[in-house]
C-alpha cells in the first residue's frame, strides 16, 4: 500500500522541540523529493521544508530557517522535521507529501 504516516506531533511550550517523523510505504522512497507542509485553522496548506532524493538539497520556508531541520533517512524510507524554538504561530497541522501523495497528519501544538 502506498502511504505516508506521520507521528511526533504533541504539544510544547513555545522555545520547545518536537521531531517529526515519516514512515513512506509501496512506493521508491529515494526517488522523490519529499517535503513537510502545514496547515493552521482558517489557512492554506504552506510549504515548511523540502529535501531532494539524495538529501543534499534543503529549502526552507523563510519563517522556520534557522530553527527547523529537514533530514531523510532513504535506507529505514523516513523523512522527519527537527523542530526548534518553537512559537506559538508554528502550532498546526504538520504534513509530510511527495508529488501526488499526503500523509494524514499530526497535530502540532505551541502554546504556554
Known amino acids: 500500500q502506498v502511504q505516508l504516516v506521520e507521528s511526533g506531533g504533541g504539544s510544547v511550550q513555545p522555545g520547545g522541540s518536537l521531531r517529526l517523523s515519516c514512515a513512506a510505504s509501496g512506493f521508491t522512497f529515494r526517488f522523490y523529493a519529499m517535503s513537510w507542509y502545514r496547515q493552521a485553522p482558517g489557512k492554506e496548506r504552506e510549504l515548511v521544508a523540502t529535501?531532494?532524493?539524495?538529501?543534499?538539497?534543503?529549502n526552507y520556508a523563510d519563517s522556520v530557517k534557522g530553527r527547523f531541520t529537514i533530514s531523510r533517512d532513504n535506507a529505514k524510507n523516513t523523512v522527519s522535521l527537527q523542530m526548534n524554538y518553537l512559537k506559538p504561530e508554528d502550532s498546526a497541522v504538520y504534513y509530510c507529501g511527495r508529488a501526488g501523495l499526503w500523509g494524514q497528519g499530526t497535530q502540532v501544538t505551541v502554546s504556554s
Open positions: 529535501v531532494t532524493t539524495a538529501g543534499i538539497g534543503i
